[in-house]
Protein backbone atom coordinates (compact mmCIF):
# COMPACT_ATOMS: atom_id res chain seq x y z
CA UNK A 1 0.00 0.00 0.00
CA UNK A 2 1.02 3.20 -0.28
CA UNK A 3 1.02 3.58 3.49
CA UNK A 4 4.21 1.11 3.08
CA UNK A 5 6.22 3.80 1.63
CA UNK A 6 6.83 3.23 -2.20
CA UNK A 7 10.20 5.37 -1.57
CA UNK A 8 11.73 2.95 1.49
CA UNK A 9 11.60 -0.39 -1.10
CA UNK A 10 14.02 -2.43 -2.38
CA UNK A 11 12.36 -4.64 -4.55
CA UNK A 12 9.13 -4.37 -6.49
CA UNK A 13 6.20 -6.79 -6.15
CA UNK A 14 3.40 -7.16 -7.62
CA UNK A 15 1.71 -4.58 -5.78
CA UNK A 16 4.33 -1.85 -6.15
CA UNK A 17 4.28 -2.47 -9.87
CA UNK A 18 -0.11 -1.89 -9.55
CA UNK A 19 0.81 1.32 -7.84
CA UNK A 20 3.27 2.53 -10.17
CA UNK A 21 0.21 1.55 -13.34
CA UNK A 22 -2.52 3.27 -11.02
CA UNK A 23 -0.56 6.49 -10.67
CA UNK A 24 0.92 6.38 -14.20
CA UNK A 25 -3.14 6.04 -15.59
CA UNK A 26 -4.14 8.96 -13.10
CA UNK A 27 -2.07 11.06 -15.63
CA UNK A 28 -2.14 9.42 -18.90
CA UNK A 29 -3.19 10.84 -21.82
CA UNK A 30 -4.07 8.09 -23.74
CA UNK A 31 -3.61 4.39 -23.26
CA UNK A 32 0.18 4.06 -22.55
CA UNK A 33 1.52 7.64 -22.52
CA UNK A 34 2.60 10.01 -19.86
CA UNK A 35 2.94 13.86 -21.08
CA UNK A 36 6.44 14.28 -19.63
CA UNK A 37 5.59 17.74 -18.18
CA UNK A 38 2.60 15.53 -15.52
CA UNK A 39 5.87 13.14 -14.85
CA UNK A 40 5.91 15.57 -11.29
CA UNK A 41 2.09 14.56 -10.11
CA UNK A 42 2.50 10.91 -10.95
CA UNK A 43 5.80 10.54 -8.88
CA UNK A 44 4.40 12.68 -6.59
CA UNK A 45 1.41 10.26 -6.46
CA UNK A 46 3.52 7.46 -5.24
CA UNK A 47 5.16 9.96 -2.18
CA UNK A 48 8.13 10.58 -3.63
CA UNK A 49 9.74 13.90 -4.17
CA UNK A 50 9.30 16.00 -7.03
CA UNK A 51 12.03 15.86 -9.56
CA UNK A 52 12.91 19.55 -11.14
CA UNK A 53 13.40 19.86 -14.63
CA UNK A 54 17.16 19.26 -14.51
CA UNK A 55 16.31 15.91 -12.37
CA UNK A 56 13.33 14.87 -14.79
CA UNK A 57 16.24 15.21 -17.85
CA UNK A 58 18.65 13.26 -15.86
CA UNK A 59 16.18 10.87 -15.11
CA UNK A 60 14.86 10.17 -18.93
CA UNK A 61 18.74 10.11 -20.14
CA UNK A 62 18.59 9.11 -23.66
CA UNK A 63 15.29 7.34 -23.36
CA UNK A 64 12.76 9.65 -24.46
CA UNK A 65 12.50 12.70 -26.43
CA UNK A 66 12.51 16.02 -24.67
CA UNK A 67 11.93 19.48 -25.97
CA UNK A 68 12.01 22.07 -23.99
CA UNK A 69 11.46 25.85 -25.07
CA UNK A 70 12.65 28.40 -23.20
CA UNK A 71 10.19 29.56 -20.45
CA UNK A 72 8.37 26.80 -21.10
CA UNK A 73 7.34 22.91 -19.52
CA UNK A 74 9.25 19.91 -20.84
CA UNK A 75 7.47 18.44 -24.05
CA UNK A 76 7.52 14.52 -24.91
CA UNK A 77 6.02 11.51 -23.61
CA UNK A 78 7.10 8.23 -21.64
CA UNK A 79 5.56 5.09 -21.59
CA UNK A 80 5.03 2.84 -18.34
CA UNK A 81 8.26 0.92 -18.88
CA UNK A 82 10.02 4.35 -19.01
CA UNK A 83 7.85 5.56 -15.63
CA UNK A 84 8.98 2.12 -13.88
CA UNK A 85 12.53 2.08 -14.33
CA UNK A 86 11.94 6.18 -13.66
CA UNK A 87 10.16 5.03 -10.38
CA UNK A 88 13.09 2.57 -9.23
CA UNK A 89 15.60 4.77 -9.72
CA UNK A 90 13.94 7.33 -7.46
CA UNK A 91 13.19 4.82 -4.48
CA UNK A 92 16.87 3.54 -4.91
CA UNK A 93 18.14 7.53 -4.44
CA UNK A 94 15.92 8.02 -1.78
CA UNK A 95 17.43 4.52 0.07
CA UNK A 96 20.96 5.93 -0.38
CA UNK A 97 19.76 9.22 0.93
CA UNK A 98 18.14 7.53 4.14
CA UNK A 99 14.33 7.62 4.10
CA UNK A 100 11.76 9.64 5.50
CA UNK A 101 10.54 10.70 8.74
CA UNK A 102 7.23 9.80 9.90
CA UNK A 103 5.56 12.74 8.66
CA UNK A 104 6.62 12.90 5.35
CA UNK A 105 5.85 9.14 5.41
CA UNK A 106 2.53 9.87 6.05
CA UNK A 107 2.28 13.35 4.09
CA UNK A 108 3.53 11.36 0.90
CA UNK A 109 1.10 8.60 1.79
CA UNK A 110 -1.70 11.47 2.16
CA UNK A 111 -0.53 12.87 -1.41
CA UNK A 112 -1.21 10.14 -3.08
CA UNK A 113 -4.73 10.68 -3.03
CA UNK A 114 -4.41 14.67 -3.64
CA UNK A 115 -3.44 14.26 -7.46
CA UNK A 116 -4.60 17.74 -7.82
CA UNK A 117 -2.30 18.64 -5.00
CA UNK A 118 -4.92 21.17 -3.51
CA UNK A 119 -3.36 19.66 -0.01
CA UNK A 120 -6.86 18.01 0.68
CA UNK A 121 -8.27 14.43 0.91
CA UNK A 122 -11.69 13.67 0.61
CA UNK A 123 -12.92 11.87 4.04
CA UNK A 124 -14.40 9.07 1.44
CA UNK A 125 -11.44 8.60 -0.67
CA UNK A 126 -9.25 7.70 3.07
CA UNK A 127 -12.69 5.67 4.28
CA UNK A 128 -12.65 3.79 0.86
CA UNK A 129 -8.98 3.32 1.20
CA UNK A 130 -9.08 2.15 4.97
CA UNK A 131 -11.63 0.32 5.07
CA UNK A 132 -10.01 -3.74 4.55
CA UNK A 133 -7.63 -2.67 7.08
CA UNK A 134 -9.73 -1.27 10.09
CA UNK A 135 -12.98 -1.91 12.01
CA UNK A 136 -15.79 0.26 10.95
CA UNK A 137 -15.77 1.83 14.59
CA UNK A 138 -12.01 2.70 14.29
CA UNK A 139 -12.39 4.02 11.26
CA UNK A 140 -15.27 6.64 11.20
CA UNK A 141 -13.29 7.47 15.19
CA UNK A 142 -10.53 8.10 13.16
CA UNK A 143 -12.31 10.01 10.18
CA UNK A 144 -13.97 11.79 12.44
CA UNK A 145 -10.76 12.91 14.42
CA UNK A 146 -8.80 13.75 10.86
CA UNK A 147 -11.52 16.27 9.81
CA UNK A 148 -12.57 17.57 12.92
CA UNK A 149 -15.06 20.30 11.03
CA UNK A 150 -17.04 17.53 8.91
CA UNK A 151 -15.97 19.40 6.04
CA UNK A 152 -15.66 16.46 4.36
CA UNK A 153 -12.04 16.71 3.30
CA UNK A 154 -8.32 16.19 5.70
CA UNK A 155 -5.87 18.84 5.19
CA UNK A 156 -2.76 17.42 4.67
CA UNK A 157 -0.33 19.84 6.53
CA UNK A 158 -3.41 20.08 9.82
CA UNK A 159 -3.23 16.47 9.92
CA UNK A 160 0.30 16.15 11.04
CA UNK A 161 0.44 18.82 13.21
CA UNK A 162 -2.36 16.73 15.25
CA UNK A 163 -0.80 13.95 14.98
CA UNK A 164 2.70 14.24 15.22
Not at 72 to 89: H, Y
Not at 114 to 124: A, H, Q, Y
Amino acid sequence: SVLACLCRMTTLGEEEIAEFREAFSLFQIEEGVLPIKDLDGAIQALGCDIPNTIEIRDLLGMNAEVEENEGEELQGTIDFEQFSAIMVRRIQEREQEGGQDKNDKIRSALRAFDPEGTGLVPTETLRNALSDRMNPDDLDDFLKKADPTGSGHVNIEQFLKEYS
